[in-house]
């Protein structure tokens, strides 16, 4: 049964920056992708960044492009999730999700092409 435990969100202050850490267990992982999505209160969950297992090749939603970076580390079975200059709209809570790279395909910003979810991270950012 694959676990995706998320770890590492908090309050800072805007501008500041959080490591997020997704601990993933329950198969091995290579052949899959690896993604985190976000939802703020009253707004739908949308797509940050994603991470192929293997290749790591990477992606990103426009709003985060130069300012979070997704990475992972096989030998921890872990992805990451570095985000600097936060801004009060990265508020939400966070989501690690996984699933086959065969079954995502191009539709890696949709969060209906994963299967896997984790339980979610709080981030906040204050002034």
Same mark, same amino acid.
């Given at each position: 049964?694959?676990?995706?435990?998320?770890?590492? !969100?908090?309050?800072? +202050? *805007?501008? =500041?920056?959080? /490591?997020?850490?997704? #601990? &993933?267990?329950?198969?091995?992982?290579?052949?899959?992708?690896? !993604?985190?999505?976000? +939802? *703020?209160? =009253?707004?739908? /969950?949308?797509?940050? #960044? &994603?991470?192929?297992?293997?290749?790591?090749?990477?992606?990103?939603?426009?709003?985060?492009?130069?300012?979070?970076?997704?990475?992972?580390?096989? #030998?921890?079975?872990?992805?990451?999730?570095?985000?600097?200059?936060?801004?009060?709209?990265?508020?939400?809570?966070?989501?690690?999700?996984?699933?086959?790279?065969?079954?995502?395909?191009?539709?890696?910003?949709?969060?209906?092409?994963?299967?896997?979810?984790?339980?979610?991270?709080?981030?906040?950012?204050?002034?």
């Amino acid at each position: 049964q694959v676990q995706l435990v998320e770890s590492g !969100g908090g309050l800072v +202050q *805007a501008g =500041g920056s959080l /490591r997020l850490s997704c #601990a &993933a267990s329950g198969r091995t992982f290579s052949g899959y992708i690896m !993604g985190w999505f976000r +939802q *703020a209160p =009253g707004k739908d /969950r949308e797509f940050v #960044a &994603a991470i192929t297992w293997s290749a790591g090749n990477t992606y990103y939603a426009n709003s985060v492009k130069g300012r979070f970076t997704i990475s992972r580390d096989n #030998a921890k079975n872990t992805v990451y999730l570095q985000m600097n200059s936060l801004k009060f709209e990265d508020a939400a809570v966070y989501y690690c999700t996984a699933s086959w790279v065969g079954r995502v395909g191009g539709i890696y910003y949709s969060d209906r092409a994963y299967d896997y979810w984790g339980q979610g991270t709080q981030v906040t950012v204050s002034s």
